[in-house]
Each structure stands twice: as C-alpha cells, then as structure tokens.
C-alpha cells in the first residue's frame, strides 16, 4: 500500500511561482512511475507532468517551459516547480504514482492563481 501527500499549494499572484512536493510512504519509489494532474472546476482531470524512473520528464504543452517535474528517489518525493503560473493554473494538483501495476493518488493541494 502506498500514501501520497500533497504540500505547498497556496494562493498566489499571476507570473508568481509555487513548489509542490509529494512525499510517498508505504513503499520505495524507485521503481515507479511519478506524475503530477491537476483538475479545475468543471474541467476533467488532466495531465501535468510525469518522470519516469530514470529521470525523464514530460510535461504537458500547456505549461512546457514554465514547470519542471523532479524526483528524489532517497526521499521517496516528487515535485513540482511552476514558474510564471497564469490564472489557468489555477486547479487541484495530484500527485499520482504507478508501482507494480497499481495506480495511487494522492487528495490533491489547491492552488490558486489570481491578483
């Protein structure tokens, strides 16, 4: 069994940054695969970012070149950096996990992205 949880949400100013991080316990990570989703109001649940477990990251179009996924294999974390956020970043962040087949998430940090 794995628990995922989420920090560093918050409220911030458009062209402002946010750090999430997601801390994984129940088992090593190393030998999964590490993303970020995020949902808005009335919007599906959609893809952020992922990094494999070698380290290869992709993310989404929408925010290529603003965040960067990173993972720290020794802490069992996943992070997520968002540079320059837009009022359309605005949503629940997940943190997902893949390991041996199974899918995890975690409950989600709000961030909120408005002057």
């Known amino acids: 069994q794995v628990q995922l949880a989420e920090s560093g949400g918050g409220l911030v100013q458009p062209g402002g940054s946010l750090r999430l991080s997601c801390a994984a316990s129940?088992?090593?990570?190393?030998?999964?695969?590490m993303a970020w989703y995020r949902e808005a109001p009335g919007k599906p649940r959609e893809f952020v970012a992922f990094?494999?477990?070698?380290?290869?990251?992709t993310v989404a179009t929408s925010v290529k070149g603003r965040f960067t996924i990173s993972r720290d294999n020794m802490k069992n974390t996943v992070d997520l950096q968002m540079n320059s956020l837009k009022t359309e970043d605005a949503a629940v962040y997940y943190c997902?996990?893949?390991?041996?087949?199974?899918?995890?998430w975690g409950q989600g940090t709000q961030v909120t992205v408005s002057s």
């Open positions: 129940g088992n090593s990570m190393s030998n999964s695969v």
């Open positions: 990094i494999s477990t070698s380290g290869v990251t």
């Open positions: 997902y996990v893949q390991l041996s087949g199974t899918d995890y």
